[in-house]
């Protein structure tokens, strides 16, 4: 569990960078919402669901069995 003093140095952080968002043109904001989205695009986890690919094709030849 985080200490007052680390939850309230992180509360100062979002402050400050909510005030300083706030000061930006539409542009700008719309161009940190895309790097935003992007970034937690590539960082989401699906926790309980593991990352099954497709089975790979079996390139072995068939096998031919002896008369």
């Known amino acids: 569990m985080p200490s007052q003093e680390e939850i309230s140095r992180v509360r100062q952080l979002i402050d400050r960078v909510s005030s300083d968002l706030d000061q930006l043109t539409a542009v700008d904001r719309a161009q940190i919402e895309q790097a935003v989205t992007l970034v937690r695009r590539s960082r ?24």
Not at 58 to 67: C, E, G, I, L, N
């Open 44 to 67: 989401t986890v699906h926790l309980g669901m593991p990352r099954v690919g497709q089975p790979l094709p079996d390139v072995r030849p068939p096998r031919t069995h002896p008369s």
